[in-house]
């Protein structure tokens, strides 16, 4: 079955830096787009970032744009999110989602504090 599971969430302090992954199986990984999503604690899921099946296209949401960088290797069935200069406003729970099997991941926990 359809599987994702995060990684790489943490502490860290604000301008600090974390990577996030995402180990997907079960389906047909370079064939399908790939997004991030989080959700702040009282708030509603909203997209971060997305990646098309190739790597080639990207889409950020205006908030992360310059800081964060979408990456995926295909050989390796892998989703990335590299996060950097990193904000209290970017905690959450960041989710790995497959848009095509509106399936998520359980999600890794990012909290920026000092």
């Known amino acids: 079955q359809v599987q994702l599971v995060e990684s790489g969430g943490g502490l860290v302090q604000p301008g600090g830096s974390l990577k996030l992954s995402c180990a997907a199986s079960?389906?047909?990984?370079?064939?399908?787009?790939m997004s991030w999503y989080r959700q702040a604690p009282g708030k509603g899921r909203d997209m971060v970032a997305a990646?098309?099946?190739?790597?080639?296209?990207?889409d950020y949401v205006d908030s992360v744009k310059g800081r964060f960088t979408i990456s995926r290797d295909n050989a390796k069935n892998m989703l990335y999110l590299q996060m950097n200069n990193l904000k209290p406003e970017d905690t959450a729970r960041y989710y790995c989602y497959l848009g095509s099997r509106n399936t998520w991941g359980q999600g890794t926990e990012v909290t920026v504090s000092s």
């Open positions: 079960g389906f047909t990984f370079d064939v399908h787009r």
């Open positions: 990646i098309s099946a190739d790597g080639g296209s990207f």
